[in-house]
């Protein structure tokens, strides 16, 4: 005698075990690589305030030592203390024929950064305490 059948194959319906298990290995390869993209933008983000923030105090130091006569070269943060360095040079030679006394004098000044070598040569207006 034949059993009766509970289940006929047409009937059942759903997902086996195998095409479960398949798609979440699917779904946790995309979350993972989504997540790695995720973390790489987020260190890149960090990474260029750091940046951003380290070359708007070099922008405010050298706009210091265009305008001051004694150039006070802003407060650095802590970590480009010991990188940054700012010095005047010699002033430059005046002009070999002037036909006005002058009150203002072109003189060099250097901004130097340890870590990365970079040293950034640039003038300024230096106005002398008595004219020549």
């Known amino acids: 005698m ?11 319906t759903g997902f086996t075990l195998l095409e479960i298990l398949i798609a979440l290995v699917i779904v946790g390869m995309a ?31 050298i706009n210091a030592g265009q305008v001051l006569e004694k150039p006070e070269y802003p407060e650095y943060p802590n ?16 002009p070999e024929r002037q036909t006005q006394k002058i009150q203002f004098v072109l003189e060099p000044f250097i901004i130097t950064d340890s870590d990365s070598g970079l040293r950034l040569e640039s003038l300024r207006w230096k106005k002398l305490t008595a004219t020549q």
């Open 79 to 94: 970590a480009f203390r010991l990188r940054v360095s700012g010095e005047p040079e010699d002033v430059l030679e005046p």
């Open 31 to 61: 979350l993972g690589t989504i997540f790695s993209l995720l973390a790489g933008s987020k260190r890149l983000a960090f990474s260029a305030a750091e940046h951003l923030q380290e070359s708007l105090f070099l922008r405010a130091a």
């Open 2 to 12: 034949n059993a009766p059948q509970i289940f006929n194959k047409k009937t059942i």
